[in-house]
DNA sequence: CGATAAGTGGACGGGAGCCTCCACTTACTG
DNA sequence: CAGTAAGTGGAGGCTCCCGTCCACTTATCG
């Protein structure tokens, strides 16, 4: 790739960040490229669809991903490593409210290596707080997409004007993943049904 | 308005109903009026835009409401009552998927007579809970639009696929409901907060 | 420096959906 | 049973966005 087409690469995904966040997944991909500074044509060639575009935007803000899992495995308490993690990436979605759905995508499988590390790092977050009897038994591993998933449809409508909101609810449910008298819960979807979930287009 | 008219209307808001549960609240209203076997001009005659057109059929959905409300207040434990309430709301999201967000109109502030009815019971159902010692009292009416919109969130994601996925969410909610040992929980967004969500275009 | 192929911008055709307009139809009234 | 105004359908203009195409530009390499 010539040094300036790479240079553009990056415009167009910082742009598609921007607007993505600002407008929500479906602005329109003119935007973005005006947004760029580059023509149309520029941000096909490079993306040749929405959904290429959209997930080289979400491999880009996998970092702020490692970094919130990186301080969360090093906490010495199992508990607040663990609700620190969940509290952590939920406040990623809060700050780019249009991207908010699809920052679900880095964190539930290995699409690449890096989510895949990210993935299993979290899997040893919750073993940790299971072993240390904070973490109730029946939590599984698809409560955090399920978790997202509330907290994206919460910020679509509260972002804008309650822009706190999913606090309340994400220490709600990290309250109620907390090891305590339990009621029996519902089973929880399988984590190949997550996976077609992820893998459905973003509408 | 003449008979023929209101035959019309009623066609409209069934078909309306239908496709906006089947195919999200941004169906071509095209769609709708093909459904319902009338002209793309008549349905524009009784609803001039398709924020009235979402308006009355949320206001047919409104006896839904009514049955859950009753069924609620009737029921002798208070905590039974006003977790049977939340379900039975949560439930008729989920069977309405596309409907999920709308569905939080009727039930939050005084629209007309009968949603504030139903929102004066849901208050009751609160205090009686809270007096019982079973709600936690920093419970706040709020939270039950907060959680519609965190349901709506996940069916936006799960109702195809994993359609039972909303019941563990509602589950681990009302256990976090329930009163316990209490960690504090950040302020709720205040009734004008959620007035000024609710009035906004729901894109 | 000149050849060349990768890269680029913006015009353009196409499709979808919104909403209006208007000539035609039909329920109601006296 | 006629007059009338409310009601109706669907064509059509408009806007927005998509994705392609092509003539022009420019980085790179020998």
């Keep these: 790739m010539r040094a300036d087409a790479a240079r553009n690469r990056e ?9 993505f966040a600002a407008r929500g997944l479906d602005a329109p991909l003119e935007e973005i490229a005006s947004e760029a500074g580059v023509g149309i044509a520029t941000l096909y060639r490079r993306f040749a669809t ?48 249009g991207l908010a759905q699809m920052l679900m995508i880095p964190c539930h499988g290995p699409e690449d290596e890096r989510a895949a590390a990210i993935f299993q790092g979290y899997l040893e977050l919750v073993a940790r707080a299971k072993k240390a009897g904070a973490l109730r038994d029946d939590y599984v591993p698809e409560d955090l997409p399920m978790l997202l998933m509330a907290n994206a449809g919460l910020l679509r409508e509260t ?38 979930i992820m893998s459905q287009p973003t509408d």
Tied chains: 1, 2.
């Excluded at 167009?12 to 607007?19: E, G, P």
């Excluded at 309340?168 to 996976?195: D, G, H, K, N, W």
């Design 11 to 19: 415009l167009i995904l910082d742009a598609a960040r921007n607007i």
């Design 50 to 97: 929405r959904e290429d575009l959209l997930a080289a935007v979400a491999t880009r803000q996998i970092e702020l991903f490692e970094r919130a899992l990186a301080k969360g495995l090093s906490d010495p308490d199992p508990w607040e490593g663990f609700s620190g993690f969940i509290r952590a990436i939920a406040e990623i979605q809060a700050r780019l409210p």
């Design 159 to 196: 972002s804008r004007t309650a822009p706190k909101a999913w606090k309340r609810l994400v220490e709600y449910l990290l309250q109620a993943f907390r090891c305590r008298e339990q009621q029996p819960l519902p089973s929880p979807p399988t984590p190949t049904q997550i996976r077609k």
